[in-house]
C-alpha cells in the first residue's frame, strides 16, 4: 500500500442499473460532431470527420446530483448524448471485435461553455476550460447490455420543452467505429466512458433550469441547473 501525501481522490462512480456494485470511472473521452445536422449548426465543413476531446473522470455527476451553473461563462450549452462504458481495453481494436469491450450503456449530457469553447477555436486553443469543466459531465445509471448497440430516439427537453430530437441511429461513426477510431489514439481499459456525440438542437441553459433526456432503451436522466 503506498502513503501518500495528501489524500488520495476518490474514485468516481457511476450505480449500475438494478445492481448494488458500480461503474468506477477511469477516463472520459468523447466524440465531437457525430452526427451531421450538429456538425451543420455549428458550422462545420460537411467533409470533416469526428474527432476526440476528453473530460475529467471527476466531472461525473451521478444520478440524482444537480450540476452548479460553472463561472466564466454566459452560454453554457446542453449536448445529450449515448454513453457507452468499458469492460475491457486494449490498442488497435478491430471494429468487429469493437462490442466485446462494452460493458453497458447510459445516457449523459454533455456541458459546455459554448462562448469559451467559440474563443477557443478562434485562437487555436484547448478546449479544456470549454469541455472538461466541475460537474460538466451529468449521467445516468448504466444499464448493462449484450449485442447490438442502442439504435433507437435520444432527445432532451428544458422545463418540458423538447429541444434535441434525433436517432441514434444517425450517428457518423457507429459505436463499434468510435471504440475502434478511440484504441487507435489510446490504450482503453475498463472503467472508460466514452460520449458518443450530440445531435442537432443543442441550447443555452439558465440557472433554475430542469434538464431530461433519454436514449430509448438506455434510460433517462433529470437534473437542474443550480
Ligand atoms: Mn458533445
Known sequence: MTAFVVDAPATPAVPVDGEGAAFPVRRILCVGRNYAAHRREMGGDDRDPPFFFAKPADA???????????PRTANLHHEIELVVALKAGGLDVPVDRALDLVFGYAVGVD???????????????PWDSAKGFDGSAPISAIRRWDGAP?????????????RQDASVA?????????????????????????????P???????????????VEGVGELAFRIV
Open 150 to 162: 442502442p439504435q433507437g430516439r435520444i432527445w432532451l427537453s428544458v422545463n418540458g420543452q423538447v
Open 111 to 125: 456541458l459546455t461553455r459554448r462562448d469559451l469553447q467559440a474563443a477557443a477555436k478562434d485562437k487555436g486553443q
Open 200 to 214: 442537432e438542437g443543442v441550447g443555452a441553459l439558465q440557472r433554475g433550469d430542469r434538464v431530461e433526456g433519454g
Open 60 to 70: 461525473i455527476v451521478p444520478p440524482g446530483g444537480d450540476p452548479a451553473y460553472p
Open 170 to 198: 444517425d450517428m457518423i461513426w457507429n459505436l463499434p467505429e468510435i471504440v475502434s477510431e478511440a484504441s487507435k489514439l489510446w490504450r482503453l481499459a475498463p472503467g472508460d466512458l466514452i460520449f458518443t456525440g450530440t
